[in-house]
Every structure is written in structure tokens, then in C-alpha cells.
């Protein structure tokens, strides 16, 4: 029979385990945890290494993906899911009185907005330094409000948001509509320069035509058969004369 020392030290060491192992899983996120419990559970009752173990796997960066919003509604505040509780934890850390974004993409017309963090406000980035992700202007800076239309969810929305740049990247903000307008106006332009052309051609031939008219006009005049009769007649009434004084 075993001493009462030796039990006690048992359940002791036992206990010693059994805490540091719930140490060890609470500061692991979700993902590791379900890798250690299925390492774990493969390890006692599998016969195949946890290696070989191949399932599914959703981390919390892959269901902050799917599960945020820009902004958020009532409708996802009231999901009750642990997904939703992690995407709000997450949401409510944001700093949405300015935005970041990226204008990578500009030329084509696309720009990404996002909400700043906890480090980006310290630093100032987005209020007192350029909100263009790539820029790091401190001076000129001016606030805009951005009527900023996305996709998200399977949905088209829009949200009107404040964004802080400096003059240089608040050109990019309207750089397509700006290039679109340069080519509308532009191809205005061939268009009333063709039809002046169309124009002054027209009336270049109508004064040719004219003119072509008249001369038309006066040719037959001086060869006229009328005249020709009357000198004839003038001619004959001579040689009459002549015959019978």
C-alpha cells in the first residue's frame, strides 16, 4: 500500500500538469489550439503520426476575412456567433474618424480605404501625416470628404468618409474622372474642328458654284444669236440701199 507521502506527491504533480497544460493552451489562439488537441488526440488514440493528419483548417486571420464590414450593421452586432464576437473585438479596436488608403491603383481608378489603427494615430498617419499609404507628406495636407463606393459582401455600397492628403496625392482622388473630362473635351473639340472644316468647305464650293454661274452667265451674253440677227439685219438694210438709191 502506498504511503500517504508518495499519494500526495502523485496528486500533486498530477495537479502541476494539469495547470501548466491549461496554461499552455490559454495562450495559444484558436488555431493552435485545434492543432494541439488533435495532435493530442491523434498521439492517444490514432495509430498514424499527427503528421499525416490532413483537415480542413480556418484560422482567425481567414474569419476576420470573411466576417468584417467596413461599417458595420445592427444586424451583425446582434449575430451572437464566436466568429462575429471576433470580427467585432477586432472592429471596435478601429480608429474611424479618418482612413488609410491605397492608391496603388489610382490610374484605373481604384482606391482602397480602410480605417486607421491604434499605431497609425499615435504616429499621426492619416491626420497629420499624408493618409496615402506610400506617402509620408506633412505639409499642404487638407481633409476631404470621400463618397467611397465598394463591393463587399456580395453587396454594392458606399460611405461618406473623411481622408487627409496632401495636394499632390488629392489629385490622384480624381485622377480617372479628371482624364476622362480631358478626353471628352478633347474629342468636343475634333468634333467642332471637323465641322468647321465641313463648314468652310461647303461654302467654298456654293462660291465656286456661284461664280462658275456667273461666268456662265456673262459668256452667254456676249455670244448671244440675237445679236448676231440684228448686225445681220443692219447689214442687209445697207445693201439695199445700195441697190435702189
Known sequence: MASLGSLKS???????RKQQYQAHIRGLNAYDRHKKFIND??????KEKPSNVRLPIKTDQDTLREGYRFIRSEE?????????RLVKRYYDKLFK??????MSQYKSGKIGLRWRTEKE???GKGQFICGNK???EKDGLASY????????AGENKQALVKLVTCERCARKLNYKRQKEK??????????????RNRSKSDDDLDEFQESKERRQKGKRATISPSDHKIDDDDNIDEYLEGMFP
Not at 502523485?10 to 502541476?16: A, L, S, V, Y
Not at 488526440?41 to 490514432?46: E, H, L, R, T
Not at 451583425?76 to 462575429?84: A, L, V
Not at 480631358?182 to 465641322?195: H, S, T, V
Request: hydrophobic share 25%; glycine share 2%.
Open 182 to 195: 480631358e478626353q471628352l473635351e478633347k474629342r468636343q473639340q475634333e468634333q467642332d474642328r471637323r465641322k
Open 134 to 136: 506610400h506617402c509620408d
Open 145 to 152: 470628404e470621400v463618397n467611397f463606393c465598394y463591393f463587399e
Open 121 to 123: 494615430v499615435i504616429s
Open 10 to 16: 502523485t496528486i500533486f504533480d498530477r495537479e502541476e
Open 97 to 102: 474618424e479618418y482612413c488609410i488608403a491605397d
Open 41 to 46: 488526440y491523434v498521439s492517444f488514440y490514432g
Open 76 to 84: 451583425d452586432d446582434m449575430d451572437p456567433s464566436w466568429e462575429q
